[in-house]
Structures are given as C-alpha cells and as structure tokens.
C-alpha cells in the first residue's frame, strides 16, 4: 500500500499562489487515481482536484481556471498549482489516492490559509 506526505502549504495573501505537493512512498504509484481534497472549519470535504492513472483530469467549479494538478509517476509525485486564490480557499488540503481494487489512502494534509 502507498502511504502520502503533503507538503507546500502556507499563508498566501489573495491574488497570490501556491505550489502543494504529494509524495508517496510504497509501489504501484502509477495505476492510483490521485486527488486533491480540501476542508475548510465547519464544512464538509470536498474534492477540488483528480488525474487518473492515465492522466484524465477533474476540477471542481470553484477552481477550475486557477489550480492545476499533475503527476509525476517517476518521481512518484503528485502536484497541485494553485494560482489566483481567493479566502474561500483556505482550507486543509489532502492528498488521496485510490485504484481500481479497492485500496485507498490519505495523506495527513497540509493548511491553507488565504488572508491579507
């Protein structure tokens, strides 16, 4: 089984951007799905981000045209480019991956914070 790592997170004033990173440690990287999650105090998780093992790409509405996730399977690395953003996007963002068998796995996540 994979286990994740996030990393980048950080205070960002809006407008600003941020680079978050996932990296995995275990075998098999390439045939996960891999995700981005967010949750923000009091609301539910949600997904804002998705690529596929074969590098089909998800966004949710509120972040389309400003985040980007990528992969890197040599490196065994997942990305998540977050540009423009906005207070709304505070929140804990988590690395999940999941496959075709059933397994699954979380990252411990990574805070957000967009303030002036």
């Known amino acids: 089984q994979v286990q994740f790592v996030e990393s980048g997170g950080g205070l960002v004033q809006p407008g600003g951007s941020l680079r978050l990173s996932c990296a995995a440690s275990?075998?098999?990287?390439?045939?996960?799905?891999m995700d981005w999650n967010r949750q923000a105090p009091g609301k539910q998780r949600e997904l804002v981000a998705r690529?596929?093992?074969?590098?089909?790409?998800y966004y949710a509405d509120s972040v389309k045209g400003r985040f980007t996730i990528s992969r890197d399977n040599a490196k065994k690395m997942v990305y998540l480019q977050m540009n423009s953003l906005k207070p709304e996007d505070t929140a804990v963002y988590y690395c999940?991956?999941?496959?075709?068998?059933?397994?699954?796995?979380w990252g411990q996540g990574t805070q957000v914070t967009v303030s002036s």
């Open positions: 275990g075998t098999f990287f390439a045939i996960y799905t």
């Open positions: 690529i596929t093992s074969s590098n089909s790409i």
């Open positions: 999940y991956a999941h496959n075709l068998f059933g397994a699954d796995s």
